[in-house]
């Protein structure tokens, strides 16, 4: 995978959790997965297609999950609910959106999905024919990790 | 015992949704996101602004709107919704009623959709995420305060 693929939306994810989590938030080692990995809980979804295809995940525990709504919405969440869900996915939305500013002023052109959210324990994700980088991102609220999956169309 | 009186007011200000004969501006909010549309609300009526109606998707906002104008001094529009998008509902409400205040609601990287959206009528934008002075401001603007 390209890396210039990657580094706008590390970029992007790093500069909106600052603002809306504020804090320090530490980017942790990115390494590299090409067969099936565990998600940890809480997954939000966005695909990509046009020059480019593929994938972002945003993947994080139930807790991290909780502790960033309650963050966000200024009151306490105990649990993953309609308004927690949406959250997050509006989480997702602004990381995705300040990333693909970047990628279009790089000159590619793809459309967005909109966020889909994957909920639940023991989960696996396995992509086919296509390797995921990941970035731990330290939230200070717990560990969010940008996982990318993006290849040039075929 | 010491009462408010006894204090200069040198910090009081008329909150900023209101008008000058007490009257709230009244705002119709237009997103499909539980949670944009709870912060909106929250900035708002913070000001005093009273938030009369939302609407989860475009067609639900043009057809509160019709049902509430002129009840309506401000609409917060968001772009991407299901049914119909704010583009097409901006369109719709400013056929409507040319004099409309829409402010749009956009995540970066839809730059070109907010373009077409000012040259349709739409007053403002604001970009999330949202900024509770930027909001303010820019409403505030667009209301003419």
């Known amino acids: ?154 | 015992m010491i009462s408010k009186q006894d204090f200069p007011a040198i910090n009081e200000r008329a909150p900023e949704g209101v008008r000058a004969d007490g009257v709230a501006f009244k705002v119709l909010v237009v997103d499909d996101s539980m949670f944009v549309a709870k912060q909106i609300g929250q900035i708002l009526t913070s000001e005093g602004y009273e938030v009369v109606a939302t609407a989860g998707d475009g067609l639900d906002g043009v057809e509160k709107y019709k049902e509430m104008c002129p009840n309506v001094d401000l609409v917060t529009m968001d772009i991407t919704m299901p049914k119909m998008d704010g583009i097409t509902a901006l369109e719709q409400i400013m056929a409507f009623d040319k004099n409309a205040k829409v402010v749009m609601i956009s995540a970066l990287g839809k730059e070109e959709l907010v373009k077409k959206a000012l040259l349709l009528g739409a007053k403002n934008y604001i970009v999330k995420p949202l900024d509770r002075k930027k909001v303010l401001e820019r409403i505030a603007s667009v209301l003419g305060k």
Request: charged residues 25%; hydrophobic residues 45%.
């Open chain 1, 1 to 154: 995978m390209r890396v210039e693929y990657i580094n706008p939306f590390v970029e992007a994810a790093y500069n909106i959790l600052t603002e809306v989590l504020g804090g320090e938030i530490k980017r942790g080692e990115l390494y590299l997965k090409s067969t099936s990995m565990p998600v940890m809980g809480v997954a939000a979804l966005v695909g990509l297609a046009g020059d480019v295809e593929g994938r972002v995940i945003f993947d994080m525990s139930i807790d991290t999950a909780l502790n960033i709504c309650s963050r966000m919405n200024n009151e306490e969440m105990k649990v993953l609910d309609e308004m927690a869900k949406a959250t997050i996915t509006e989480l997702a939305n602004m990381i995705t959106g300040q990333a693909v500013t970047k990628l279009h002023d790089l000159g590619f052109r793809f459309d967005l999905t909109p966020p889909a959210l994957f909920t639940g324990e023991k989960m696996e994700l396995s992509d086919h024919k296509v390797e995921a980088l990941i970035v731990p991102m330290e939230t200070g609220l717990g560990k969010v990790e940008v996982n990318v999956a993006i290849r040039d169309r075929m």
